[in-house]
């Protein structure tokens, strides 16, 4: 059975920090590229941050660079954000989601994990 489990989200006040993260199992998870989505509320999901499946290369959204770090441990099926900086344009709900690196019809994603911004 896949799952995909978040969890590190909650309150914190602008400019703190919050560590996520996201437990993979039931599939293998070295073979996967892994991504972090959020969903505002109202708003359409959109994409964060991308590894690749060796976490030899990442990607991120504009807005967040310089602020949020994706990474994993494939020793352990665990890939993290760690974000710095917060703003309360960062709330949303954030979902870990996995696609596989060789066949990208394999897809999965977590249910999420709340991040709220405010003082």
């Known amino acids: 059975q896949v799952q995909l489990v978040e969890s590190g989200g909650g309150l914190v006040q602008p400019g703190g920090s919050l560590r996520l993260s996201c437990e993979a199992s039931?599939?293998?998870?070295?073979?996967?590229?892994m991504r972090w989505y959020r969903q505002a509320p109202g708003k359409e999901r959109e994409w964060v941050a991308t590894i690749t499946s060796t976490g030899s290369n990442t990607n991120y959204k504009d807005s967040v660079k310089g602020r949020f770090t994706i990474s994993r441990d494939n020793a352990k099926n665990m890939v993290y954000l760690q974000m710095n900086s917060l703003k309360p344009e960062d709330t949303a709900v954030y979902y870990c989601?996995?696609?596989?690196?060789?066949?990208?019809?394999?897809?999965?994603w977590g249910q999420g994990t709340q991040v709220t911004v405010s003082s």
């Open positions: 989601y996995a696609v596989g690196a060789s066949d990208r019809t394999l897809r999965y």
């Open positions: 039931g599939f293998t998870f070295s073979t996967y590229t």
